[in-house]
C-alpha cells in the first residue's frame, strides 16, 4: 500500500458515503464565550458505533478483494475501531475476530459482541493482544485490519475533515484527540490540502502519551500503558510505524496534554453544559478548550468530539462529584 493522499480521502468519502453518518457541527456557545472565538463541535459520537473509527473500518473493509473479504478480517482495538470493524463485518458478511486487552472497559468488549464478531481478550496491554492478533491472523489466513496505520483506514477518517470543510469553510482551527494519529493525519491530509492555513492541535493524556513523546523527541518512542479517562487514545504508536509517524510529524502545529483532572472536567462539562455523552478521549477537544482557551488563536475553531463509547456510571459519578 502507498502513502495515503488527499485523492484517496475524497475516494474514500464516495466510497463509505452509504454506511456512514455526515455528522452535524453544533455551535457550542458555552465555549464560544468561554474562548471568546467561534467553537463548533464536530459530533462523530453521533456514527452509529459512537466513534468516527467507522469511517476507516468501512473504508478499509470496503477496499478488501472479494477473496480477502470471504477469508475474514482480524485487528486488534482499544475498543471503538473494534467496534466499528464488527459494525461493517456484520453488514458485508465478513467474518470478524476483534482482540483487546484487559484495559479494554467492559462497554467496549460487549457492544463488539453485540454485532457479532469473535471477541478476543488477550494480554495485559494493546502490544500484548496486537501480538496475540497478528498470530491468528497468520494461522487463519486473514487480512489483518491496523487501527490508524493503514492508508485505507486513515483516508477513510478524513472524511471528516472533508465534511467540516464542506460545511464550515471560514474554519481555522482543528483541535482532535491524537493516539495513534489515523485521525489527525487523514484529517490534516484533507484539510490542508483545500486550505494550508487551517491549524491543525491534537490533543492526548499525560498518562502515556506516545505519539506526543515520539514527536518531541524525533523518533518513535514506547510508554508504559496506564489506565486512563481517556483510553481510546492509550498505546503505542509501534516502532513497526509507516505511515501515522510521517504524516502526524509534518502537519500538526501544536500538540497539547491533559491531565485526568482536566479530561474529566471536559467530560463532565459536555453532559451537563452541552447534553453531550462524551467518554474521556471524545472529549479531550473540549477539556482543551477549557483549561487552555488561549490555544484557540483563530476565529473560527472545530473541537471533533470522536465517541461517546464511556461506562455510563463512571461518567454519571463524575458528574455528580462536580454537581454541586
Ligand atoms: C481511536 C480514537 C481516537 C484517536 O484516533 P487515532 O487515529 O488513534 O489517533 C480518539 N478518540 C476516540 C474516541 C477514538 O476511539
Known sequence: MSVPTPADVAAAAER???????????PSRSLSAHTGVRVFLKLESMQPTGSFKLRGATNALLSLAPDEQARGVVTCSSGNHGRAVAYVAQQLGVPAAIFLSELVPQVKVAAIRELGAEAVVAGADFAQADLAAHRFAEEHGRVYVHPYDDPHVIAGQGTLGLEILADLPEVDVVIVPLSGGGLLGGVALAIKAAKPGVRMIGVSMERGPSMALSLEQGRIVSVVEEPTLADALSGDVGFDNRYTFPLVRDLIDDVALLSEEEI???????LLTERLVLEGAGATPLALLLSRP???????????CTGDNVTMSVLLELATRRTP
Do not use: F
Not at 294 to 304: D, I, K, P, S, Y
Open 16 to 26: 463509505i458515503r452509504p454506511y456512514i453518518c455526515h455528522t452535524p457541527l453544533k
Open 264 to 270: 474529566a472536567a471536559g467530560m463532565v462539562h459536555a
Open 294 to 304: 488561549e490555544l484557540a488563536q483563530g476565529r473560527t475553531v472545530v473541537a471533533v
